[in-house]
């Protein structure tokens, strides 16, 4: 049986890895987020305010990016007792803990409802509204938000055939949303798995303690 000196090393092994781990995710939500901005690299459409938002309100930049790095700092320096923690008490520990698992339980839930959101409401793109009705019309929108018969993400048949413009819309927005939907989901994970180690590590010292 492992002894409490033992556990609590592996403890703040596995801390340090969880906050690198959840440090990456964080930088790779943001660049994907930051890819949601510019449709085909085309920054055009973000200085002509056409772009959806679900990408302007940049969970992925301040929620899984900011949040989550901030959070994964903390981790990574209780990880290698750096500063205060070098020899903190017990409840210094659990209030850090506590405190990098709610911002990053935070910021991973707000990415990960926005993303759903975002796919289930479709791209913001130029469409034809005679698709939808008898009008002849060119505009901005959401033409996939109020089609309850079709599901876009499931019928490939309009990807091409809705959006005009950007071009491939539709790809762009499922492949960068789910990624973001993704990242949100494994930095989730990975709260729950830190929330887990912090109690871990916080018995064992206070066993070694006794």
Avoid at 102 to 116: D, H, K, P, Q, W
Avoid at 128 to 134: A, C, L, Y
Wanted: proline share 3%.
């Amino acid at each position: 049986m492992l002894s409490p000196s033992c556990t609590m090393a592996c403890s703040r092994t596995c801390s340090r890895i969880l906050g690198l781990s959840l440090g990456t995710a964080a930088l790779f939500a943001a660049g994907t987020n930051v890819a949601l901005l510019f449709p085909n690299w085309d920054v055009t459409y973000l200085l002509r305010g056409l772009i959806g938002r679900h990408a302007m309100l940049g969970s992925g930049l301040w929620g899984g990016g900011l949040m989550v790095l901030t959070a994964a700092t903390l981790i990574s320096v209780m990880g290698w007792r750096y500063c205060c923690f070098s020899k903190s008490v017990p409840c210094l520990s659990l209030l850090t803990a506590l405190f990098s698992s709610g911002l990053a339980l935070l910021g991973a839930l707000i990415c990960f409802i926005t993303s759903g959101v975002a796919l289930k409401d479709g791209p913001f793109c130029m469409f034809d509204v005679s698709f939808f009705n008898q009008t002849q019309a060119w505009k901005y929108g959401y033409p996939f938000k109020d089609m309850h018969n079709r599901n876009y993400l499931y019928d490939h048949s309009l990807w091409n055939s809705v959006c005009r413009e950007p071009s491939k819309a539709v790809v762009w927005h499922v492949s960068f949303f789910s990624t973001l939907l993704c990242i949100s989901l494994f930095q989730l994970l990975l709260v729950v798995i830190h929330f887990i180690n912090s109690f871990l590590g916080l018995f064992c010292s206070l066993c070694e303690k006794q």
